[in-house]
T-cell receptor
Framework: LAKTTQPISMDSYEGQEVNITCSHN???????ITWYQQFPSQGPRFIIQGYKTKVTNEVASLFIPADRKSSTLSLPRVSLSDTAVYYC????????????FGSGTRLSIRP | ETGVTQTPRHLVMGMTNKKSLKCEQHLGHNAMYWYKQSAKKPLELMFV???????ENNSVPSRFSPECPNSSHLFLHLPTLQPEDSALYLCASSQETGKGNSPLHFGNGTRLTVT
């Protein structure tokens, strides 16, 4: 199982760009990298997914270097409502038990 | 509206009440999941159903009884419980297991408190 490591917490200010890096040194060939956002007392919400290089959607960008041993979630111009826990997951969707939710990164945005 | 609806949102029950958690997805997905999230702990996968068939049971105690009558509905029956079962129970769905990049869509959970 590909284990992920990400910072326990991060702080930033409104309007800033926030980059959260996740390392996954033993990622397998058929593993995808997926990020979720979770607010208190709610289920995680899918943000973005990628396999290699760069992926961008209306919410975030995901940067994946060529060796795929890490990935960076980039949130442009954060607001207070981006305060949440962000999870980096690595795994094949062929088996949910191979996709492990870690402790995530608790992001706090200040005015 | 997440596309995955869980009821009830909150449930307080004794150890021997019989209750059920319900999940319904409106996304046309074929795989459904139960996760447990205890305070200050990561999400734990409990069960996986694919096309109504249980494909994974992550060593869950037998006092938890899942049911998946069709691809849109998932239940978790709770005949007897322990205080340590108090947690947020999350239901999720995806297109189907076995597809390379089918992300999970979660409901907002049922907050269960066992007294």
């Amino acid at each position: 199982l590909a284990k992920t490591t990400q910072p326990i917490s991060m702080d930033s200010y409104e309007g800033q760009e926030v980059n959260i890096t996740c390392s996954h040194n033993n990622i397998a060939t058929n593993d995808y990298i997926t990020w979720y956002q979770q607010f208190p007392s709610q289920g995680p919400r899918f943000i973005i997914q990628g396999y290699k290089t760069k992926v961008t959607n209306e919410v975030a960008s995901l940067f994946i270097p060529a060796d795929r041993k890490s990935s960076t979630l980039s949130l442009p111009r954060v607001s207070l409502s981006d305060t949440a826990v962000y999870y980096c997951l690595v795994g094949p969707y062929s088996s949910a038990s191979k996709i492990i939710f870690g402790s995530g990164t608790r992001l706090s945005i200040r005015p | 509206e997440t596309g995955v609806t869980q009821t009830p949102r909150h449930l307080v029950m004794g150890m021997t009440n019989k209750k059920s958690l319900k999940c319904e997805q409106h996304l046309g997905h074929n795989a459904m999941y139960w996760y447990k999230q205890s305070a200050k702990k990561p999400l734990e996968l409990m069960f996986v159903y694919n096309f109504k068939e249980q494909t994974e049971n992550n060593s869950v105690p037998s006092r938890f009884s899942p049911e998946c009558p069709n691809s849109s509905h998932l239940f978790l029956h709770l005949p007897t419980l322990q205080p340590e079962d108090s947690a947020l129970y999350l239901c999720a769905s995806s297109q189907e297991t076995g597809k390379g990049n089918s992300p999970l869509h979660f409901g907002n959970g049922t907050r269960l408190t066992v007294t």
